[in-house]
């Protein structure tokens, strides 16, 4: 396995990680962002019963979308499901639980658990049937709900670039959710495109920095077209 410094480790020795049951929580909008090499590793895998914590389900054949499609996600946390019709059937059947959070606020939730917040405050929703079930809590006689954070078991991020350090560079909007995902993860798992000597990577483009990563895998890519088609 992976030493202090030198975090990269096979896709086999990063599975091990996953199990049944598992909270996971990755990166990515709309597919763009999240990491194919481990979503594919996880459907090898068998792994099911998953609560996924991602800012949409992407699409029916691409990214997280292939975990719902192939029905391994129990429960979605998320901030609309619109772009994969999968997830929108199964929510309707009562097969699949989806938790929605307005996308900002999602973001925020997930910074907290990052940071290790007890949450954020937000009057986005009150008096309306979005207040259910959340504590409020008044400050300066304004009344705000309190937004838990959210932190997973695993965190599954995608980097352009990443040192053996795991200090990391994305690849322009490709970056989206996944400095704060990077973050949120007991076990932070990196799936990195190209992987470099420490020492190689410019500081001023480092996003991530290695502290907030556990594992670092080679990427195999995706056959986007492949995807696309299906």
């Known amino acids: 396995m992976a030493n202090q410094f030198d975090k990269v480790i096979t896709v086999e020795e990063a599975l091990a990680h996953f199990h049944d049951g598992m909270t996971l929580i990755a990166g990515g909008f709309g597919g763009v962002g999240n990491p194919p090499t481990l ?14 914590i ?11 979308g ?3 499609t192939e ?3 129990k429960k979605v946390i998320a901030s ?3 772009s994969n019709p999968n997830a929108g059937a199964q929510m309707t059947a009562g097969e699949l639980e989806v938790e929605f959070c307005p996308q900002g606020i999602l973001a ?14 937000s009057d986005i929703g009150i008096g309306t049937i979005a207040e259910k079930g959340k504590e409020k809590v008044l400050v300066g006689g304004k009344e705000y709900l309190l937004e838990t954070p959210l932190t997973a078991q695993v965190a599954i991020v995608h980097a352009k670039k990443a040192d053996r350090f795991g200090n990391l560079v994305y690849d322009t909007s490709a970056r989206n959710f996944n400095p704060l995902v ?8 990196v799936e990195a495109d190209e992987i470099v000597e420490i020492g190689a990577l410019d500081p ?3 996003v991530t920095p290695g502290v907030f990563v556990n594992y670092i895998v080679k990427s195999e890519g995706v056959n986007w077209q492949w995807a696309w088609e299906k």
Do not use: C, W, Y
């Open 39 to 52: 979503i594919q590793g996880i459907l090898d895998k068998g792994i099911k019963d998953i609560t996924l």
């Open 54 to 64: 991602s800012n949409d389900t992407a699409f029916p054949h691409i990214g997280v």
């Open 66 to 68: 292939k975990l719902v």
């Open 71 to 73: 029905r391994r996600v």
């Open 80 to 82: 609309h499901i619109g």
């Open 108 to 121: 925020e939730r997930v910074r907290a658990g990052g940071v290790g917040l007890g949450g954020i405050l």
């Open 182 to 189: 990077a973050m949120a993860g007991d076990i932070t798992i």
């Open 204 to 206: 001023e483009e480092i």
